[in-house]
């Protein structure tokens, strides 16, 4: 008998008339206006009560045990129904669990290698994937550990130092040695308490306050005042200056240094920039971001303490030891102006006597910074400092430096616009097509590379510093030769005694064309003393920027070999040449290592981590020299190169001491590249 769902067979409902009676039973078909009733009053309560079902009995002229009865035959057919959905869902979820069983099953036994897509892994090789993996994970259980440990350990110091500020800063308050005016200033009393960066004076928060709210406050009006009488352009490279007679009545400021060997620099530079303006300024107010933003500018940069405004040191080169670096201390502040607009700036803290300890002051400099469209800023940069040459000994760079080229607002933004690109080429998702080379194989391998070559130019920045000259008793065979030396026990460092030798020369051709002949492989054997004069062939390009001049190179020594005929030339397969290499508007470099194939090749996997590859950087820094007008497109050119050799590795490297034969073979190479280079662009010899 078919059921039409409401639990009555074609339709219909038919029911007992007396259930209880063992007479021959009477049937009753209900009408279609009743049955739609009580259908209707069922969504409503599928479990009527008595008193419900005597006034469905009147209101639709049925007994009482139909009423009943219909009730309980709907509900069976109900749950009947809902278990029906209910087996016909599992079995559409069984069917799907069950393909996707067969595909991870098909999956297994076709797997292959994720690195290089070779064969299944075998039995042997996936227990040693997963005693990998296990070690790993044990890896990174113990650094995990190591840093909650510093982490409650300082977390247990800052609670300490807490504990005792309060009778500190008393102490200190009353000491005889205290300056009310330089909170910074330590007491004179050899007895008075020694206080942590961390422990400053509620004073201090005002003093950084205030320096910082009187440099916001210039700057705004610096970026927004474009009268001739304050900003007048430069004719050396097109860019704003202040006009120092305006300034003082704009600023009413003081100057630092009154002796003749000082001078003031200031510029003015508009750009817009590839980067999303929050995230610009995170980098900004974090001095590891910052200085990794700007690397061959600042060379050390620490933040000592952070009270609302930033208390940094930071020490500023420009890639020469022959130009000493400037040191500044100053007050960083963020101020968002309005929506979408931010101002950071920087200033020179003081003394109670209006002075600076360094020979470097900086009035209120710093950006402005507007957020774009397409994750873009305009950036508008304003440096202004005071500087007292006195230290400075060697006269090839003045023009430079006088010009504002070296330190000037024009460098930072040029360094901040070529850095931002190479972000954007090394968060590539997907190999472009502009690199190539058989060991780019992966995203990783590309990634690892870019970051190995961007320490490789970090290490050779700090490099150039060059501290703890040594003097030799005997004169350098070309002359002007500055050799320094250091112990290496970084982790990506070679470890042992390093020598690194510096020598500056000045070119009478433009920055571009040396840059080009010195990156040029067709005559890299006639300069390179670790070609033996043999050829280099490069062997794969990874893209750092939106120039063809900004890119990581991978270069292969060859070496001579006869083929029982003739003298050919072979691959070195042992070695190969990790370089980078840039061209700005102000000047470029080129920075190379050696590196043997299993290192190169560990690189490029991107398994592992470059801060554990060791290299050592040489290379050369290209500048202006500053008596051109367009910067690094005419004019002369100031050249830097920089060698470093391995002296002694490991337990032998024998603290500072160099020996004379150490001494002999350091100038040496140095000299053999000086004269090589003269000799490629037709310089007189010494």
């Known amino acids: ?65 139909q009423i009943k009865f219909w009730f309980q035959n709907k509900r069976t ?43 299944p892994f075998g039995g042997i090789e996936r227990e040693l994937s997963l005693q990998e993996q296990r070690f790993k994970n044990t890896h990174l259980r113990r650094e995990r550990d190591l840093l909650a440990d510093k982490n409650k350990h300082q977390q ?103 002796n003749s060997s000082a001078c003031v620099e200031s510029s003015r530079v508009v750009r817009e920039v590839s980067i999303e303006a929050t995230r610009l300024v995170n980098m900004f107010l974090d001095s590891e971001k910052w200085k990794t933003l700007f690397p061959t500018i600042v060379n050390t940069a620490r933040t000592i303490l952070t009270l609302g405004s930033e208390l940094i040191s930071q020490q500023l080169h420009i890639l020469s030891p022959l130009v000493p670096p400037r ?43 507007r957020a774009l469209s397409n994750d873009r800023s305009k950036v508008t940069w304003i440096e202004h400092v005071e500087v007292d040459h006195r230290p400075e000994k060697q006269r090839v760079y003045q023009d430079l430096l006088s010009s504002g080229l070296g330190y000037g607002a024009k460098r930072w933004i040029v360094t901040l616009e070529r850095m931002c690109e190479r972000m954007t080429f090394s968060s590539a998702t997907t190999i472009p097509h502009t690199d190539w080379g058989e060991i780019l194989r992966t995203v990783e391998g590309r990634k690892s590379l870019m970051k190995l070559g961007e320490r490789m130019l970090k290490n050779f920045n700090e490099m150039l510093i060059m501290p703890g000259n040594t003097e030799f008793p005997r004169k350098s065979r070309c002359g002007g030769v500055r050799i320094s030396t250091r112990v290496n026990e970084e982790v990506g460092q070679v470890t042992g005694l390093v020598a690194s030798a510096a020598y500056c020369l000045s070119i009478p051709s433009t920055p571009s064309q040396v840059f080009n002949l010195l990156r040029s492989n067709d005559f890299r054997h006639q300069w390179d003393v670790l070609c033996h004069g043999n050829a280099i062939t490069e062997t794969g390009r990874i893209s750092t920027g939106l120039s063809e001049t900004n890119y990581i190179s991978l270069l292969q020594p060859t070496l001579p070999c006869y083929d029982g005929q003739n003298m050919v030339q072979e691959p070195n397969k042992t070695m190969m040449m990790l370089q980078e290499c840039y061209m700005d508007a102000l000047g470029g470099m080129i920075v190379y290592a050696p590196l043997d194939m299993a290192a190169m090749s560990i690189a490029a996997s991107g398994d592992v981590d470059p801060l554990e590859i060791p290299i050592l950087p040489s290379g050369f820094t290209i500048s202006s020299d500053g008596q051109g007008s367009m910067g690094a497109e005419d004019g002369g050119t100031l050249l830097t190169l920089a060698f470093q050799i391995l002296l002694s590795t490991g337990q032998n490297s024998g603290g500072r001491m160099v020996s004379e034969n150490s001494v002999n073979e350091v100038d040496m190479v140095i000299s053999t590249i000086v004269q090589n280079i003269k000799a490629l662009f037709n310089l007189p010899p010494e």
């Open 1 to 65: 008998m078919d059921y039409d769902g409401d639990g009555s067979p074609n339709n219909e409902q038919y029911t007992s008339v007396n259930a209880m009676s063992t007479e021959k039973r009477g049937f009753h078909r209900h009408s279609h206006q009743q049955i739609q009733i009580l259908e209707a009053y069922f969504k409503e309560c599928p479990h009527p009560n008595e008193s419900e079902r005597q006034k469905l009995c009147r209101d639709l002229d049925l007994e009482i045990d």
């Open 77 to 119: 057919q109900s749950k009947a129904q809902d278990e029906r959905n209910s087996n016909k869902l599992l079995r559409g979820e069984n069917e799907t669990i069950q393909c996707e069983n067969a595909v991870l099953l098909e999956a297994l036994q076709t797997v292959t290698c994720p690195p290089c897509g070779g064969p």
């Open 156 to 258: 247990t110091m800052m609670d300490s130092f807490t504990s005792v500020q309060r009778q500190q800063t008393f102490e200190t308050l009353t000491s005889p040695g205290y300056n009310p005016n330089n909170p910074f200033e330590r007491p004179s009393s050899s007895e008075s308490p020694n206080i942590q960066p961390q422990l400053r004076p509620q004073m201090d928060t005002l003093q950084l306050s205030d320096t910082a709210t009187r440099a916001v406050e210039e700057l705004k009006r610096l970026f927004s005042t474009d009268q001739a009488s304050l900003w007048v352009m430069s004719s050396i490279d097109g860019t704003y200056v202040i006009e120092q007679d305006s300034y003082e009545k704009f600023s009413q400021s003081v100057k630092q240094f009154r």
């Open 327 to 369: 040191e500044f201390k100053i007050v960083r502040c963020c101020r968002n102006i309005k929506e979408g607009h931010w101002i950071i700036a920087d200033v020179s803290l003081i003394d109670s006597d209006h002075k600076v300890s360094q020979s470097c002051y900086k009035r209120p400099s710093g950006v402005l910074i």
